[in-house]
């Protein structure tokens, strides 16, 4: 499913990385994306939430429904 998304992320700024919590941890993508195409993008590959993070700004956990 990574490699899927990966090539839609062709024309971002990207970087992979893992996200980590206790004894549990999956594969993550930064991108540099307008946070309204993150969401819709997130949504095609059945994402629960992402994480915005935004220049001088607090970050934010946004759920999807």
Excluded: C, H
Aim: glycine share 4%; charged share 20%.
């Amino acid at each position: 499913m990574m490699q899927k998304l990966s090539l839609y992320l062709s024309g971002y700024d990207y970087r992979k990385g893992t996200g980590t919590l206790r004894n549990f941890s999956e594969p993550l993508f930064m991108v540099v994306m307008d946070p309204s195409k993150a969401i819709v993008l997130a949504r095609k590959f059945r994402q629960n939430a992402i994480v915005v993070i935004q220049d001088q700004r607090l970050s934010r956990l946004v759920f999807l429904n």
